[in-house]
């Protein structure tokens, strides 16, 4: 552990009490100077820290900031840990590293610059205002299968969202999370198919989940259907870590049993499409129909206007008003 981490640590454990810079020197066995240089670096990555002369230095508690190093204390899973402050896009970046993978892999980001969702499209993804994260696994499953794993992530952050904050989610078939009918959670999986065998070589479920509201508002393209967990940016100390820990830890445990499909009850209780009226878009066409259930492979059954029935594996559903 870096001595900027193990600062952080002692501040934390002593949060909103001063700590000489003397105490921290003697405690983790450095100098004065590098103290000093930790605390100068947590203050760059954006730690509210108070340094008062001859009193020392205190940590605020309107911090919440990723750290690796909280990340891998808080994560009981065995998995390697990349943090970045921004990434073109952690899913990207998870894909390249894919061919080599060797044990699960959590890719973390304050930031991405090319946030990608389902259909090619962007997905929104602003500083400081949410956390996005990609899980690099190699599921033992046929590739017909993988649709268990977009499901179990959506069943996972509900889950993780409703202990945490206590508002009710609900999903819109396959990956949209949703409170109070405005999105606030998409996930993205992709992945690499054997064509010899049908089996997955790697998967990436990649999540982007939006915490705070941005202070100038979300984009007008989608003004009217996002949202975040906090209606506010007031900060939630620690909360990201913290999320994001909860999230990979639940979904591990999940993860082992998914070809028992333990989460198919939780998803469809939580779904808002059966029973509604869509349009299906598949293929560059669009047709309405109306959802008549989910059934065990988790295909939304659809029956269309002109009474043909479809169990849809893919493609895209718009709910109508």
Not at 163 to 180: A, P, Q, R, Y
Request: glycine fraction near 6%.
């Amino acid at each position: 552990m870096q001595i900027k981490d193990q600062v952080l640590q002692k501040l934390e454990e002593n949060i909103g009490i001063y700590i000489s810079g003397e105490e921290l020197a003697l405690n983790l066995n450095v100098s004065r100077t590098a103290i000093w240089k930790a605390i100068k670096h947590l203050k760059a990555l954006g730690y509210d820290i108070e340094g008062i002369s001859n009193r020392g230095y205190k940590l605020t508690k309107s911090d919440d900031i990723l750290s690796e190093a909280k990340l891998r204390k808080l994560i009981k899973a065995d998995v390697n840990i990349v943090c970045f402050d921004s990434i073109d896009s952690t899913n990207t970046y998870a894909k390249k590293l894919g061919e080599k993978l060797i044990k699960q892999t959590l890719i973390v980001a304050n930031y991405q610059m090319q946030g990608r969702g389902r259909m090619g499209r962007n997905f929104y993804s602003p500083k400081d205002m949410g956390v996005y994260f990609s899980l690099l696994l190699k599921p033992q499953i046929n590739a017909s299968k993988s649709i268990n794993l977009t499901t179990l992530a959506a069943v996972t952050v509900a889950e993780v969202t409703e202990e945490m904050i206590g508002k009710k989610v609900s999903i819109k078939w396959v990956n949209d999370l949703l409170i109070d009918n405005k999105k606030f959670c998409g996930i993205l999986t992709e992945g690499s198919i054997s064509m010899e065998n049908s089996e997955l070589n790697y998967v990436v479920v990649g999540i982007g989940v939006n915490i705070y509201k941005p202070k100038k508002g979300y984009p007008k393209e989608i003004e009217n259907i996002a949202t975040s967990l906090f209606d506010g940016t007031e900060r939630q100390y620690d909360f990201k870590n913290n999320f994001i820990a909860n999230v990979v830890n639940k979904f591990n445990i999940l993860y082992r049993e998914i070809e028992s499909l333990s989460h198919f009850n939780a998803y469809k209780e939580r779904s808002i499409s059966i029973g509604k009226i869509v349009d299906v878009i598949k293929l560059n066409e669009i047709k309405k129909a109306k959802v008549l259930d989910l059934d065990e492979n988790f295909s939304l059954v659809v029956q269309y206007e002109n009474g043909d029935v479809e169990h849809l594996s893919s493609g895209e559903i718009s709910i109508r008003n």
